[in-house]
């Protein structure tokens, strides 16, 4: 699967707006947003169009954003494992763009979940840690040590502490539909990006399956239909 092409004078303006909110040419506090109105590739709103590695990130609000960014971030040769999240959707995933033949499904991490995570960190680039896995602040530690460790991401759905970046979706929109006889084809998202202890505001749009599926990776567009479906890989 090919990365993420992303245009070029964006990911410049992301990265300048970055540096002036480290070095407070633009103001901004935890908790209030400094809003641009204009939707930004999704790329855009992550250092180098990635779900960090060796580190922990944390995406609340919407699966869609989240299996968008786990497209966008999986190379052609990675694998993704999902663990204790029993109702994440794989044709969901698979319009997003997923890989499903380089994905672990783990629905239920049984009684020790932190072992579970542990374990997939040694051969997954990023491992997703769902909502049925309940983990101590001491096994976050020591999980996020071992991810530093591997160079592994771990991506999760509930706060994590010292996590490189979180993505708290604010608010949704829907578009498409016209005057009624239409089909959902976009959903904007506000959201609240905290990363380096400073929170900002992005808008990002996103496709809904089932119209003209934007290929992510490639900005493209390609029929939903077209979306290769391949076999998975149920673990436990």
Do not use: K
């Not at 040419?25 to 180098?48: E, H, K, M, W, Y």
């Not at 954003?65 to 993704?80: E, I, R, V, Y």
């Not at 998202?189 to 996103?206: C, I, K, N, P, S």
């Amino acid at each position: 699967m090919p990365t993420t092409a992303l245009d070029p004078l964006e990911v410049a303006r992301a990265t300048l707006r970055r540096a002036e909110l480290r070095t407070g040419v633009r103001s901004s506090t935890p908790g209030v947003f400094d809003l641009d109105d204009a939707p930004r590739p999704l790329g855009a709103i992550l250092d180098g169009g990635r779900l960090p590695r060796g580190a922990a990130s944390v995406v609340t609000g919407s699966t869609s954003l989240l299996l968008a960014l786990l497209a966008m971030s999986q190379g052609s040769s990675d694998w993704l494992a999902v663990v204790g999240a029993p109702d994440l959707g794989m044709l969901a995933a698979a319009d997003a763009g997923v890989a499903l033949d380089r994905v672990a499904l783990v629905p239920r991490a049984g009684d020790d979940p932190a072992g579970v995570v542990a374990a997939l960190l040694d051969g997954m680039t990023y491992v997703v840690i769902g909502p049925d896995a309940w983990l101590t602040a001491p096994e976050h530690r020591r999980l996020l040590a071992r991810a530093r460790e591997r160079g592994s991401g771990l991506v999760a759905v509930s706060p994590w502490e010292h996590a490189a970046v979180r993505l708290d979706v604010v608010t949704h929109r829907w578009g498409g539909t016209d005057a009624g006889d239409g089909y959902l084809r976009r959903c904007e998202l506000d959201v609240a990006r905290t990363a380096r202890g400073t929170t900002d505001r992005w808008t990002l749009t996103l496709p809904t399956p089932g119209s003209l599926l934007v290929d992510l990776l490639e900005g493209q567009a390609r029929p939903a239909a077209q979306v290769r479906r391949a076999p998975l890989r149920l673990v436990g």
